[in-house]
């Protein structure tokens, strides 16, 4: 008989409170339950939203172990867990996917009802799998979304976790495509979907947004506006796809108009937001093709509330929300993963810094430099 899997102490980038800090501290991981897997990180990376969770969002719940890209190896199993496998190379999602709820049924959008984003910090049972140790001392602990990345073992409910095959895709580019690329190319293919010699405008060209630029360049856009107040992104931008950069620094009329003029005064057919900066929703929504266009926001923001123009929502505006790019973990994501798989996207690119788990904070200033895209976490 298997030996039962126990408690593992380990190395952890806990956050002890609004603002920080964030540190290095050992924890105790609890094995997995019924349904959950225990997994050993490979790598993780870092995302604009794992930096709000540091400044309290959603909720300001510490002490929380953070992130939630990342990339690992299936170490021990729940038994009721019958699709996974000791040894499994798995991705963690946001959300998950049941396939019979009236929402995965209805083909319009993937939030799934029964396996819905886990934005308690919590396990889906209400429970905590970490703990923090200090001396003689422990303290529960939090994890983000459905799990928490950074960290050497983490457990998260297999519902919420995808196989990939073992030495098909690099860890670091699993890793982005856990979250961020997915996001932005998804959102290209299902959000809003870009069709053949359409235009597109993408505000916020970090990786979210610069994956959105692949997937508008991909579905067969032929004018791609790139919108961002750093110079330094329009090289790289027009590298992947954007054919007009819109340097939003100093402009002296909304990004909106300056579209718009780009565009015989039409305006696109999908806006994409991915800078989660609120004046941008807006302005996303009034550049778009006036009944017929689309604004979706995928850039997260600490916001309780944004401002939109009512004339321009009345006659006909459009502007929604996207997780994960509208893609679907079990319907979908496969077939972004084959793509990869066949090296068919640019993911390289995107990955410009790289620390061990043990330099996390050093990551955070990585991410101020304006030639910093995305910083991968080497953890084993």
Not at 201 to 209: E, S, W, Y
Not at 278 to 294: C, E, S, T, W, Y
Not at 359 to 364: E, P, Q, R, S, V
């Amino acid at each position: 008989m298997a030996k039962a899997p126990q408690v593992i102490t380990c190395k952890a980038a806990v956050c002890w409170g609004v603002g920080g800090p964030v540190k290095i501290e050992e924890v105790e991981v609890e094995p997995p339950r019924p349904s959950e897997i225990r997994v050993k990180m490979l790598c993780a990376s870092i995302c604009r939203t794992d930096i709000l969770c540091i400044n309290g969002f959603p909720t300001g719940l510490y002490p929380r172990v953070l992130g939630h890209e990342g990339v690992g190896v299936v170490e021990s199993l729940g038994e009721e867990v019958k699709d996974l496998q000791v040894g499994d190379t798995v991705i963690p999602t946001t959300l998950g996917e049941c396939g019979e709820c009236g929402s995965c049924e209805s083909g319009r959008t993937n939030f799934c009802q029964k396996y819905p984003i886990g934005a308690t910090g919590l396990m889906p049972d209400g429970t905590s799998r970490f703990t923090v140790r200090e001396g003689n001392k422990r303290t529960p602990a939090y994890q983000f979304l459905s799990c928490a990345t950074w960290c050497e073992y983490m457990v998260v409910d297999a519902n919420y976790a995808v196989k990939i095959d073992a030495g098909s895709i690099p860890p670091p580019q699993a890793s982005i495509i856990s979250c961020a690329f997915t996001s932005g190319y998804g959102a290209t293919w299902k959000a809003a979907p870009v069709t053949v010699g359409s235009s597109v405008a993408v505000f916020g060209l970090g990786p979210v947004g610069l994956s959105a630029v692949q997937g508008a360049r991909m579905h067969g856009a032929t004018k791609i506006i790139g919108v961002d107040k750093n110079e330094r992104r329009r090289k790289i931008a027009s590298e992947l796809g954007v054919t007009h950069f819109i340097n939003s620094e100093g402009l002296e009329k909304p990004v909106s108009e300056v579209v718009k003029e780009l565009t015989d005064g039409k305006g696109v057919d999908a806006c994409f937001e991915c800078s989660g900066y609120a004046p941008f929703m807006n302005q996303a929504m009034k550049a778009v093709v006036q009944g017929k266009g689309k604004a979706v926001v995928l850039g997260a923001g600490k916001y309780d509330s944004i401002q939109l123009d009512f004339v321009d929502l009345l006659f006909g505006g459009s502007i929604t929300g996207s997780i994960f790019g509208g893609v679907k973990i079990k319907s979908d994501l496969p077939h972004l993963l084959h793509k990869c798989k066949n090296k068919e996207f640019e993911i390289d690119a995107l990955l410009t810094h790289e620390v061990p788990l043990c330099d996390i904070n050093k990551a955070f200033e990585m991410m101020k430099e304006p030639d910093c895209i995305k910083v991968v976490v080497k953890i084993s």
